[in-house]
C-alpha cells in the first residue's frame, strides 16, 4: 500500500557475500551476552575493512530506527495514508458516513453477518 513495487524480489539484487557479511554483523552485535567476531582474537585483531562496514551497518540500523520514532513521518508513510484516504473517499464519496446513514450502515452489516 503506497509501497514501491518490483518485477523481482529485491534481495536477490543482492550478492552472496553481502547476506555472509550481514549474517556476520548480526553474530558480532550478540543478544544477551556477548557477540561473536568473525576472526581469532578481539576487535583489534579484526579486519580495518570489516569493522568499518560493521560500523556502517549500524548506523544504518540506527537511521532507519529513528525514522520509526513517533512523530516521524516518512515518504511511505505519507503515500500510505494517501492511498488511505483515496480508499476512504472510494467507499464514503460523501464523507464518513455519520447519524442515520451510520446506523442504517450497521444495521445493513448486522443483517449479512447473521
Request: aromatic residues 8%.
Amino acid at each position: 500500500m503506497g509501497a514501491e513495487t518490483y518485477r523481482t524480489n529485491p534481495r536477490d539484487w543482492l550478492e552472496p557475500w553481502c547476506w555472509a557479511m550481514l549474517r556476520l554483523w548480526r553474530l558480532s552485535q550478540g543478544g544477551m551476552g556477548a557477540g561473536h567476531l568473525p576472526e581469532a582474537g578481539g576487535t583489534m585483531d579484526q579486519p580495518t575493512k570489516m569493522i568499518e562496514a560493521f560500523a556502517l551497518m549500524s548506523a544504518f540500523e540506527a537511521e532507519l530506527q529513528a525514522s520509526k520514532q513517533p512523530g516521524i513521518i516518512t515518504r511511505t508513510d505519507i503515500e500510505d495514508i494517501r492511498a488511505g484516504i483515496d480508499r476512504a473517499l472510494e467507499i464514503y464519496p460523501d464523507g464518513v458516513a455519520t447519524g442515520p446513514l451510520l446506523a442504517a450502515i450497521q444495521k445493513s452489516r448486522n443483517k449479512e453477518a447473521a
